[in-house]
């Protein structure tokens, strides 16, 4: 793993810097990006700092919306990607158009595609690790790349109830807070949904199928059913969570449908971990929460049979 200081040297070097980020982008992956582009336009007033993914980041424009990225802008261009574990997770494959390349994670480090990389698993949020390497640089900081970081260590924490919050998340939110940031507004902003979404969280319990332990629960939701409220697949991230408020439950899957007929792979858990599941599967993440994919319902069902597998074990071993 590299330093800040020689990633920063890097970033010294070119005229043009395009980030990118992982499809089907979360808070963090959104936050991340932006924060650490927005501070460095103010850094480097003179270098062209783009943002590029998928357009449709569903309800999350409001952390940062994506800049126009030609082909040819990447000609002798610096890339970074931040909150992305592995090269299929890379929202638009033309990172490979740039002259260098650079990771910036918070992910188990399963494939080091970066000659140069800055990977901490032990970050609750990648926009904990660019709120550092601002920091450690002396970079600009101010609301608007404030608001776009805390909206990711927020969105990666569940507001600071999973595991991987630390000591230190605190201190940098706390830094953060100094800006003068409304965090009540930003929670509202994250955690609110539209009517459809709604209707799309309820659909989910109603559908939701359980193993014969009752411990392990599956909800599948298909395209015509998206449509059918109005909402597209990005939209559906809010049905995510919903499970995991039932009690019994320690570990589910939420599988949407996507426009080609294959499916996005929601992995939660209270417990069991499930990120090498998710490996297996064109995916990964973290010990407690993954995504991966699917190409048909014999898939679907090989993904839920080894969730039953794995949580099972754990039960076992915590009994």
């Known amino acids: 793993m590299n330093t800040f200081d020689e990633i920063f040297d890097k970033i010294k070097q070119y005229p043009t810097i395009i980030l990118h980020r992982h499809t089907n982008p979360d808070p963090d992956a959104i936050g991340s990006q932006a924060g650490l582009a927005k501070s460095l336009r103010l850094a480097f007033p003179d270098k062209k700092i783009l943002c590029t993914g998928e357009n449709d980041v569903g309800d999350l424009s409001w952390i940062n919306q994506m800049d126009e990225v030609k082909d040819e802008d990447y000609q002798g261009a610096l890339v970074i990607t931040t909150d992305t574990a592995n090269t299929p997770r890379i929202s638009d494959q033309r990172y490979k158009l740039g002259d260098f390349l650079i990771k910036i994670d918070h992910h188990p480090d399963i494939d080091p595609y970066a000659p140069m990389s800055y990977v901490d698993p032990k970050a ?88 014969e332990s009752g411990s392990v629960a599956i909800t599948v939701i298909s395209q015509d059913e998206l449509k059918s409220l109005g909402l597209t697949q990005p939209a559906a991230h809010v049905a995510v969570s919903s499970p995991g408020r039932i009690k019994g439950i320690i570990a589910w899957l939420v599988i949407v449908e996507k426009e080609d007929g294959t499916y996005r792979v929601h992995y939660r858990s209270k417990g069991p971990h499930i990120h090498k599941l998710a490996e297996a599967h064109d ?37």
Not at 298 to 317: C, G, N, P
């Open 124 to 211: 609750a949020a990648a926009s904990e690790i660019i709120a550092d390497f601002i920091q450690a640089e002396d970079l600009p900081m101010n609301q608007e790349i404030a608001l776009a970081l805390y909206a990711g260590i927020i969105g990666d924490t569940g507001r600071f109830m999973y595991d991987a919050t630390s000591a230190h998340t605190f201190e940098v939110v706390s830094n953060l807070l100094k800006t003068g940031i409304d965090i009540a507004k930003i929670a509202r902003k994250e955690s609110e949904v539209t009517f459809a979404q709604a209707k799309l969280q309820s659909l989910a319990i109603e559908k939701m199928q359980l193993d």
């Open 283 to 319: 995916g990964g993440g973290h010990e407690l929460a993954s995504g991966a994919s699917a190409k048909d319902q014999a898939e679907i069902d090989q993904i839920f049979a080894e969730l039953v597998q794995v949580t099972k074990e754990y039960k076992e071993d915590h009994e």
